[in-house]
């Protein structure tokens, strides 16, 4: 993992499902441009990165930090645009 400094931390795993998107856009639409924010999650989130293509797109990074098997830790950037 990286010793990069994160603006906010979303552990997903703790929120119920109908909440977890939720509290992600509500994080990253809360980081100033070029911040980060780190997700952690039990499950690739593929979908959710569908869900910021289509509300964000060109306005955040994606890289997995961690690809499974138990864990995926992605580092969500937020761009200037």
Do not use: C
């Amino acid at each position: 993992m990286t010793n990069e400094a994160f603006a906010a931390t979303v552990n997903a795993t703790e929120y119920p499902p109908q909440l977890k998107h939720k509290v992600i856009f509500e994080t990253f639409n809360g980081l100033q441009p070029e911040e980060a924010m780190l997700l952690i999650n039990d499950h690739d989130p593929v979908p959710l990165r569908y869900q910021f293509e289509s509300m964000h797109r060109g306005a955040f990074t994606w890289d997995y930090l961690e690809q499974g098997p138990d864990w995926f830790r992605v580092r969500i950037g937020k761009l200037s645009v």
